[in-house]
């Protein structure tokens, strides 16, 4: 009986209808192009992907607490921005310190957005979207009204995009660490249980004892490092580092999230979701051409697609609400 009951709930599950998914789209580019299910294939589109897969999380946290950040990619572009003129210029050379230096931006840039939205309770969509202004356009200034940082330009620090440990690029490593330390953190300690509580019923959650503000606080700061962590994965991984990087990306976080199943109004979502989520969102534009379809017609597609998944994705919610109403009636 627990067995069919392990079954039934795996089955029933979000994150086994994108896993699903996910085996699908192999199965069917790899028909066409076996090459695109090779080892290589798919650690360079993880790696490709890494700026999007690396947000997700963060984003994951704010959309949980019932919240919306559209100012990330504003932020990895000044962060990126600051360490590639600082490389150029001669400022710094350890690769260590670029990457605590963007992230370091980063995490400011994500408590202003933080302070903002939960001390002077501005609506989330309205204060990033202010953020997501002021953050691009100080990474024009720092980019000295438009120069950018080339590979000859960032040294040794262009290098981690390129470098592997135990035949695994860098950023890939980095990518699981990532998974990991949130999958924990979630699932297991009492600030994950927090971040759910409030984005379940902030209300209720104040009442018991949670300090709703200062878990809001703390959700856009941790999306704000994360940002400048993927400013300086970005600057990496394509050996350059330009003022309107990553312009436009924010909707593809925010996509991924959606499709690994994470609510817009909170309390529902999951690690695992917004991995299937971002590995699906690095699939599309990869299989697409793949597939012999049209330029013109890819990103009607990839909208398409986005759209079935996240409809199947509310069916399975609504179904799932019902058994539990049901349940609880018998």
């Not at 700061?221 to 970005?234: D, H, R």
């Amino acid at each position: 009986m627990k067995q069919k009951s392990f079954l039934k709930k795996l089955t029933g599950s979000r994150e086994f209808l994108l896993f699903i998914i996910v085996a699908v789209m192999f199965a069917v580019v790899s028909a066409v192009n076996p090459a695109f299910f090779s080892f290589k294939a798919i650690t360079d589109m993880m790696k490709n992907n890494a700026v999007t897969m690396v947000m997700a999380l963060g984003m994951l946290c704010v959309m949980l607490v019932g919240g919306i950040d559209i100012s990330v990619t504003s932020t990895l572009a000044l962060s990126g921005m600051t360490v590639g003129m600082l490389f150029k210029y001669g400022f710094i050379q350890s690769t260590v310190l670029g990457f605590v230096i963007a992230m370091a931006i980063g995490t400011v840039c994500g408590l202003l957005v933080g302070l903002v939205i939960s001390r002077a309770d501005v609506p989330p969509i309205i204060a990033t979207m202010g953020f997501m202004y002021i953050y691009r356009a100080l990474g024009y200034i720092v980019s000295n009204g438009g120069e950018w940082a080339g590979a000859s330009a960032l040294g040794d620090f262009k290098n981690f995009g390129t470098e592997q440990i135990f035949g695994l690029s860098k950023v890939i490593w980095v990518i699981i660490i990532c998974y990991a330390v949130f999958f924990f953190v979630m699932k297991w300690t009492r600030i994950g249980r927090r971040i759910y509580a409030i984005g379940s019923n902030a209300d209720a959650a104040e009442v018991s004892g949670i300090k709703v503000r200062n878990i809001k606080l703390l959700v856009y700061t941790v999306m704000g490092f994360l940002a400048g962590l993927a400013g300086a994965l970005q600057v990496t991984v394509y050996a350059s580092a330009m003022p309107n990087m990553a312009q436009g990306g924010e909707m593809d976080v925010i996509a991924a999230c959606v499709i690994g199943g994470v609510s817009m109004s909170g309390g529902r979502g999951s690690v695992a979701g917004a991995l299937f989520g971002a590995i699906i969102m690095a699939m599309i534009p990869k299989a697409l051409p793949l597939l012999h379809i049209n330029a013109l017609w890819q990103n009607t597609i990839k909208g398409v697609m986005i759209l079935v998944v996240v409809v199947i994705n509310v069916i399975l919610q609504n179904v799932a609400e019902r058994n539990v109403l049901t349940r609880r009636e018998m």
